[in-house]
């Protein structure tokens, strides 16, 4: 069986919120229908702002520089003008979205703050998922209500992302007063909330990008291998196996491993190793730091008896210092 989950807290842990002196004496009313502006309206922003249209609320301005930003705005937020993001911001009365690359989200919020585009009791919130409230200071400064509000979920920024947003989680980052409207927000989106602390959002994202970022490059890394080996069609082999795959790992956490490294075969590990040598050698170190992990993993779960587990960890070792040789 697969080692039990850490515990938990009870409660999720609360953020403190960087506020300002301004923002207590704002009183916590909101229409039921939201004005609404959406600065990036990328492939997160624009579809985001979409969903909250099709709640009801009114998404009155976005911006976007690229062709595809405006043709974005043009399909999904087709009332919305396209303005700067400083136009935006003003027309933003209930809630601004922030909706930029993580890099570039501190100095979009230290320029609207510095141009007074940021007005008392304004929502400013923002989809980054390696980021808080700490990120959000200049606007809290300005008595903005800061709000970190992330969907983990991918997107390609069609309207087919619609459809997709039904069930997803949120993690959420808040602070107290602003959490009923947080939670509302994410219903209005079809979503969960999840709360996530301001100390673990870092590692938060961290694990959504292993997870989802990491599985398109080992399907390609995979789906590239079978080309080497002649197959045609490498997405059809791997289509029912993938999806078997992570549906059992999802349900069965450990438990779920198969395969060489979870049986301790160590002389097929070897030949695996010895032949993407010869035909993909940089598929050999990460191919040798999941197995390694795999293997781990496996041990500790009871897949793998440690007796067992020596003819390959010898393996691993040693193409390891070979690698690094």
């Known amino acids: 069986m697969s ?30 229908s939201l004005t609404v502006g ?12 979409a969903a909250l249209v099709a709640a009801g609320h009114r998404v009155v301005a976005a911006s976007g520089v690229s062709d595809a930003t405006k043709a974005r705005i043009a399909l999904l937020l087709p009332d919305a003008g396209n303005r700067s993001a400083i136009s935006v911001a003003r027309a933003a009365t209930d809630l601004l979205l922030l909706a930029v690359p993580d890099d570039h989200l501190a100095g979009v919020v230290a320029g609207l703050a510095e141009t007074g585009a940021l007005r008392p009791g304004q929502v400013v919130a923002h989809t980054s998922g390696a980021h808080g409230l700490a990120v959000l200071a200049p606007a809290a400064a300005m008595g903005a209500r800061p709000l970190a509000l992330h969907p983990a979920m991918t997107f390609t920024g069609t309207p087919d992302d619609l459809g997709r947003l039904a069930g997803i989680s949120y993690g959420v980052t808040a602070p107290a007063e602003l959490r009923p409207l947080a939670a509302r927000l994410v219903a209005d989106l079809g979503g969960v909330p999840e ?24 399907v390609n890394e995979a789906a590239d291998r079978l080309r080497d080996a002649g197959v045609a069609s490498p997405e059809k082999v791997l289509a029912p196996l993938l999806r078997a795959a992570l549906d059992n790992a999802l349900r069965l ?69 070979q690698v690094a040789a």
Not at 261 to 274: F, I, K, Q
């Open 3 to 32: 080692a039990p989950p850490r515990p938990r807290p009870a409660a999720p842990r609360g953020a403190a919120a960087p506020q300002g002196p301004a923002v207590s004496g704002v009183p916590l009313a909101f229409p039921g």
């Open 253 to 321: 956490g450990d438990d779920a491993l198969t395969g060489p490294v979870s049986r301790g075969d160590a002389g097929t590990v070897r030949r695996h190793l010895a032949r993407l040598a010869e035909t993909a050698p940089e598929s050999v170190a990460p191919y040798l730091a999941l197995a390694r992990r795999s293997a781990d993993r496996a041990i500790a779960a009871g897949r793998l008896r440690p007796v067992d587990a020596e003819s390959l960890l010898d393996v691993l070792a040693g193409i390891h210092r």
């Open 38 to 49: 959406v600065v990036g309206a990328g492939r997160v922003g624009a579809v985001l702002g």
């Open 195 to 218: 709360w996530v602390g301001e100390a673990d959002r870092v590692l938060y994202h961290a694990a959504l990008a292993h997870g989802a970022n990491h599985l398109v490059t080992l």
